[in-house]
């Protein structure tokens, strides 16, 4: 089953003094999901926004917001993440937390629930959580800070996780982060993701709409095997 191609530009690029004037130039791109990078400076070493940010959004928008938790405590605060709006709610397996039971809580409140592993994580790791996730996203940079290069090492872990997912018969979406470009969706898509979270590469362009259309292109390239 070939699953549908997402596009989720990343808040973190965007004019944070014209939030709404950034969600309107989304909204006429056509995105799929709104990615927002939360950040607590101890899990990275950046802060960024909170669940009111979220809330902000979800009054502005009915584009489902992808909420990407790169937190300490994930479980202390995937409530009220929730409360504000968050369609997915994503936790890192590296966090300090006891993540089969914070996924739990995510989805014991009818919120989609992501895994997010780091550039270094083995896939082995992730073991049977996996059963229990709507998304995986491979980060490919190192959380904390957007505009890095892609590390392209990770390629093959997208490919791991398209085979076990085929293996045990499971349904999640395999979601890449960070340093996603016209050069880098190919091959992202080509290993198997298909959730595509960009932030310099849509929100620092000046016509989104192309950008995002040229992304959308580049994709279809590979899906049709070019
Ligand atoms: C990194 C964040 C990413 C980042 C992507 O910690 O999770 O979402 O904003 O930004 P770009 O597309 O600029 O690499
Ligand atoms: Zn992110």
Request: proline share 5%.
């Amino acid at each position: 089953m070939k699953r549908p191609l997402k596009i989720a530009p990343s808040m973190l690029a965007s004019d944070l003094g014209n939030v709404e004037k950034e969600v309107r130039r989304i909204e006429a791109a056509g995105v799929d999901l709104i990615h927002v990078d939360v950040m607590d400076g101890h899990f990275v070493p950046n802060l960024t926004f909170g669940p009111d940010f979220v809330a902000t959004l979800k009054k502005l928008t009915p584009i489902p917001l992808d909420v990407h938790l790169m937190i300490q405590q994930p479980d202390r605060y995937a409530r009220s993440f929730i409360e504000a709006g968050a369609d997915i709610l994503t936790v890192h397996l590296e966090a300090y937390h006891d993540v089969k039971r914070t996924l739990e809580i995510i989805r014991g409140m009818g919120c989609k629930c992501g895994l997010a592993i780091n550039p270094m994580t083995l896939f082995q790791n992730c073991g049977s959580l996996l059963k229990k996730v709507d998304l995986l996203l491979c980060m490919t940079v190192n959380p904390g800070f957007g505009g890095q290069p892609f590390i392209v090492e990770v390629l093959d872990k997208i490919r791991q996780a398209v085979a076990y997912r085929e293996q045990h018969n499971l349904n999640f979406d395999i979601e890449v982060d960070g340093g996603l470009t016209t050069d880098t969706i190919g091959p992202s898509v080509a290993a198997g993701a298909n959730v595509i979270v960009a932030g310099t590469s849509i929100f620092r362009k000046e016509d989104a709409t192309a950008a995002v259309k040229e992304l959308r292109a580049r994709a279809a390239e590979v899906s049709a095997g070019g």
